[in-house]
C-alpha cells in the first residue's frame, strides 16, 4: 500500500480539471441527445393520443396526459450507471495505479469492483431521485402544461386550425425540450461524476484529503466569481469531511445532492483527492 501511494500521478490542479472536464463534457453531449430523444418520443405519444378535432379539445388532451408517457428513472439510472463507476475507476486508478485499470471510457477494473460502483450508483438514484427531480423543475411537465395552455390560448384568438395549433406546439416543445435535455444532463453528469470521484477514492482506503477546485471566470460558475465563495478555490478537507461553500452551506462534494439546486446547477467545479 506504501509503495503504490509512492507513484501517485502527480497531475497539477489545472490538468486535474481540464482532464476531468473533457470526460464530464463528453458524457453531457452523449446524454443531452438520449433524454432529447426521450423527450421526442413523449412528445410523439401525446400527440398521438391528442386526437379532438378542436383546438380546446386537442390541448386538454395533451395537458391531461402528459404525466402519463414519461419515467425519468430510467434515465436518472442509464446516466448514472454510465458515469459514476467511470469517474470512480479514474479517481482509484489516480491513486492506486495499476495496469489492469482503464482509461478515459474504459472501464476494466476488477469485475466485482464495477459491479460494486453500478450498484451504488443504482442506489444513489433511488435515494435521491426525488431531488434530481426538483433541482431541475423549471423543466419539469408543469412547463409543458403552461406552453400548451398558452399556444392553445393564441391558436384560438387567430382561428388556427388543430392542424396548425399542434406544429406550433410542437415546434415550441422542441425548443423547451433541447433546454431541458441540456439543463437535467449537464446537471447530473457532474453530479455522478462528483459522487463517482468520492467512491472511487474511498475504495482505495488510502487516507486522503481533498481539494475544492473552481473555475474562475468559466461560464458564469458561481463558485469561482462570487466574492461569497472566495474561500473555496483550494479549500482542503479531509476525505469525508464537508467543504464549506459559504456560511451555513456545506457539502461532501461539488454537485452534492443536498445542496440547493442553485449551488448544482450551472457549477462546474471539481475536486481532487491527494493521499496524507
Ligand atoms: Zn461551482
Sequence with gaps: MSQASQTVFTLNPA??????????????????????????????KLFKTATSNTV?????????????FYD???VYERMYVAVY????EREFDKLLP?????????RKGSAEQVAEWERAALQFVADDLGSMITAVEAFSHDVVVRHTRAIAEKAVKQGWGTGKFASALRADLDTLDLMRSIRIARTEILTAAS???HAGAVSTGLKLSKTWLTVPGNGGDRHG??????????????????????????????HDISLPGSERINCVCSHLYTPI
Design 195 to 197: 459522487v463517482g470521484t
Design 85 to 88: 463507476p467511470v469517474l470512480a
Design 56 to 68: 380546446e379539445g386537442k390541448a386538454d388532451q395533451i395537458i391531461n396526459n402528459v404525466d402519463r
Design 15 to 44: 490538468q486535474y480539471v481540464k482532464a476531468v472536464d473533457q470526460l464530464r463534457k463528453g458524457f453531457i453531449a452523449q446524454f443531452t441527445k438520449v433524454i432529447k430523444a426521450d423527450f421526442k418520443a413523449e412528445q410523439n
Design 225 to 254: 466569481e462570487d466574492i461569497a465563495y472566495s474561500g473555496l478555490n483550494n479549500q482542503t478537507v479531509g476525505r469525508d469531511e464537508l467543504f464549506t461553500l459559504t456560511a451555513g452551506i456545506t457539502a461532501q462534494t461539488p
Design 98 to 106: 495499476s495496469k489492469n485499470m482503464g482509461r478515459g471510457f474504459e
Design 72 to 74: 425519468p428513472t430510467i
